[in-house]
């Protein structure tokens, strides 16, 4: 026999072997059936925790969680490694140490926290300044919906207070409207890489009167799975109040987040607002706040002139004097709006006035509760919508509030808190939130809970709707104060559409 023959032969093997793989495979229904894209679990997730505080006082716990779904399984692995800390701009050699057995150090270093299984949280705790930025990852059944929270308080020094961020995705763009440079301020910005290249970033700063001048943020060099702290200070001479600071990565992905820290109202960490939008929802401004500043900034080239609106139990309203708000182009506006809220909690809600168009804006609250020496200071950025699914994790049995609030069409919800650290029994609760309306929720608590638990927020009906939680701590553990801090909760992105696909034979024929 030939040997082209015997080529043809088993080019026909191969073929028929590829060929009813494929029919195998091919599922009975979905995608590849229908013609029609689908909606799938994520199969890897990725979440970066910043370095919680620089005080020798703090107290830091961390908390993990994956809900369940419906096809629940345990083939996966979700853990939270440390970071390597640099300073900026400076090359960090620790990534490149390599053990006596030549494989780089780092590498099978144990997990500061995993997730186990679906529905069940984790928590770790860690004291002082030693505490680390983390580096997280998600695989397979625990990746959908994986979230992740630190909360550190400490009662002494610039910034005392509650702090609390979500751990969250890299990405390569953010908007941090409500930063600050003031003498009684210090601002730092948190960059953190997960990824074994370098990232760049350039940092712009943008005030009242538009873009400062800068060369210190262009270019700064974060190192392979490392974290790098930036005081924003230190990149402008002149001192600003109020700041709107714009973060880009020119090569590699980092998640950012800035830890304000004052001298007198304590201090919080400002993460990302939503990505420029015409209209904006800032959800969750508690009921007893007694200062609120809204800061607002237009990035595009265009004007924009917005609605101010402020939505609560009963309905929205405009504050008195700060009805509309005027943003030009590149310029950062604060307006003080005092204690807006009155004794009721509420979110404001911008949205463009009839002759401005639909030109993009960033904005972000600085919320204060208590007077004198007794302040306590947090952020709310604008939100994202909660979609169809949004987790948060460390809630405590006391302590804890939810915000709902549905800006455009009525809306109805489903709210599950989870089992918690230590035991106890999830439990559900559905609410309807009026239009226009902000709903503060009564938290369900899970059966006998022990330890902390996590919260996840499904959109069952209606427009879409915005949602946040705030922590708060009183009595002796805070030295007094009413500290409390404020996270969004925004889709988890736990699914992913996948396009519709079919087996083509042809492509074996070229």
């Not at 909690?345 to 204060?368: E, F, H, M, N, Q």
Request: net charge negative; aromatic share 4%.
């Amino acid at each position: 026999m030939k040997r082209t023959t015997l080529s043809l032969i088993a080019a026909g093997a191969a073929l028929a072997a590829v060929t009813s793989v494929a029919a195998v495979a091919a599922p009975e229904e979905g995608p590849a059936a229908t013609g029609k894209a689908a909606q799938q679990p994520v199969e890897r997730t990725s979440l970066l925790c910043p370095a919680p505080s620089s005080s020798e006082l703090a107290e830091t716990t961390y908390t993990a969680y994956t809900p369940k779904t419906e096809v629940s399984s345990d083939s996966g692995t979700a853990a939270l490694v440390p970071a390597a800390r640099s300073l900026a701009g400076k090359d960090d050699k620790k990534g490149d140490e390599k053990d006596d057995k030549g494989d780089k150090k780092g590498e099978e270093e144990k997990p500061f926290l995993a997730v186990k299984k679906q529905g069940a949280p984790v928590t770790a705790e860690e004291n002082g300044s030693g505490a680390p930025a983390l580096i997280g990852l998600a695989e397979g059944s625990l990746a959908p919906g994986w979230s992740a929270q630190q909360t550190t308080h400490f009662t002494a020094g610039a910034g005392r207070g509650l702090h609390g961020a979500a751990c969250s995705a890299p990405d390569t763009d953010f908007w941090f409207p409500g930063a600050s440079t003031a003498e009684d301020r210090s601002d730092y910005l948190h960059l953190t890489n997960p990824d074994d290249a370098a990232a760049v970033v350039d940092i712009e700063l943008y005030g009242k009167d538009g873009a400062l001048d800068s060369e210190v943020g262009e270019g700064i060099q974060v190192p392979p799975r490392s974290s790098v702290p930036v005081l924003l200070s230190t990149l402008t001479g002149k001192p600003q109040t109020n700041l709107t600071v714009h973060v880009t990565a020119r090569s590699g992905r980092v998640a950012a987040a800035v830890q304000a820290l004052d001298q007198k109202v304590g201090g919080d960490w400002l993460t990302p607002s939503a990505e420029p939008s015409a209209s904006v929802v800032l959800p969750g401004i508690p009921k007893d706040a007694t200062a609120v500043r809204l800061v607002a900034f237009a990035p595009g080239s265009a004007d924009a002139d917005l609605k101010v609106s402020l939505a609560g139990p009963n309905g929205s309203l405009s504050p008195a004097g700060n009805e509309t708000l005027h943003l030009k182009s590149g310029m950062t506006t604060a307006v003080d709006l005092a204690d807006v809220t009155r004794g009721e909690p509420g979110s404001l809600v911008l949205t463009p006035t009839g002759d401005s168009g639909d030109t993009p804006v960033v904005a972000a609250v600085r919320v204060i509760r208590g007077k004198g020496a007794d302040q306590e200071s947090a952020f709310i950025p604008a939100a994202r919508p909660v979609g169809d699914r949004a987790t948060v994790t460390g809630n405590g049995a006391k302590g804890t509030y939810l915000s709902l609030t549905a800006p455009g069409k009525a809306a109805k919800v489903r709210v599950t808190a989870s089992a918690g650290t230590g035991g106890g029994t999830a439990a559900t609760k559905t609410y309807s939130v009026g239009a226009g309306r902000t709903l503060a929720a009564d938290v369900p608590l899970p059966d006998s809970l022990k330890g902390t638990y996590a919260l996840t927020v499904e959109t069952v009906s209606g427009g879409p709707v915005h949602a946040s939680r705030t922590l708060t701590l009183s009595g002796a553990a805070a030295d007094g104060i009413s500290m409390f801090t404020v996270q969004n909760l925004t889709d988890d992105r736990g699914t992913v559409t996948v396009p519709a696909a079919r087996p083509e034979m042809g492509v074996l024929l070229d």
